[in-house]
């Protein structure tokens, strides 16, 4: 078996579905780099639209099942936070969906094996191909293997890090916490931006994000778990 289809087989067997129809298999691994427009190559796009959707109700679902006293106000943050790019990103890996993607070489060479954009863009992706392939219980398997496991750390951080550290920095006197752009790299369609937070005379903590408020939201994390004020459970 050739290394490719090496490391498509560990995708199914993490995902837990053996694909009737190889070319959705093949089109949800494809990265938009590769294409670059061109009509013969048919990448990931049409699948990440259908599968973002499947994402969603999956998600909708849950929170409405795990969280019965929830309004609606309250399950809106943490659905944002269970779907964001970050939290696919996640999946894609517990999925080892790097080693399987089929990359321009550009995009190899600058990292996108292992970046949230790629892997979160290839992960919704792959639901959309499930959801084809096998209905939306092939879907749910997946989804189940990866956000059961994390769904309550994910759904209490849903997103809030920066407000958080906002209220324990100022109840210990540390003044508002402040933001800089660090800089963006990578392509225009997968930018990496990284943020440093300042927080008084607390050490500053830099991260990166797939948007400005990704990487914000992320340094804010960084620092809350630092100093003990969240864990990292996951």
């Known amino acids: 078996m050739s290394r490719r289809k090496d ?8 995902i837990g ?5 190889r070319d959705l298999l093949d089109r949800a691994l494809t990265h938009s780099s590769l294409s670059g427009g061109r009509a013969d190559v048919r990448d990931l796009e049409r699948l990440e639209f259908l599968g973002d959707r499947v994402l969603g109700l999956l998600t909708a679902e ?21 779907v964001r790019k970050e939290t696919c990103a996640e999946a894609a890996r517990s999925w080892k969906v790097g080693p399987a993607l089929k990359l321009s ?32 219980e092939a879907a749910r398997r997946a989804y189940d293997s990866f956000w059961l496991k994390h ?21 210990r006197g540390h003044g508002t916490p402040s933001y800089e752009d660090a800089g963006r790299k990578g392509p225009d369609h997968a930018p990496v931006f990284t943020a440093r ?6 050490a500053p903590e830099v991260a990166e994000g797939a948007s400005k408020r990704a990487a914000q939201t ?4 960084k620092v809350l778990i630092r100093e003990g004020v969240w864990s990292d459970d996951g």
């Open 7 to 14: 490391a498509e087989a560990a995708v199914e067997e993490a």
């Open 17 to 21: 579905h053996s694909f009737e129809r």
């Open 62 to 82: 849950e929170l409405w099942r795990r969280y019965p006293q929830m309004a609606e106000g309250e399950l809106a943050p943490r659905l944002n936070a269970l």
């Open 105 to 136: 070489r550009g995009e190899a060479a600058n990292g996108g094996r292992d970046r949230d954009g790629v892997l979160g863009d290839a992960c919704e992706a792959l639901l959309g191909a499930l959801y084809v392939d096998g209905g939306l």
């Open 151 to 171: 769904f309550d750390r994910i759904a209490r951080g849903h997103e809030d890090a920066k407000t958080a550290l906002q209220e324990w920095a100022q109840e």
């Open 197 to 202: 937070v300042i927080v008084g005379s607390v």
């Open 218 to 221: 992320e340094a804010a994390r």
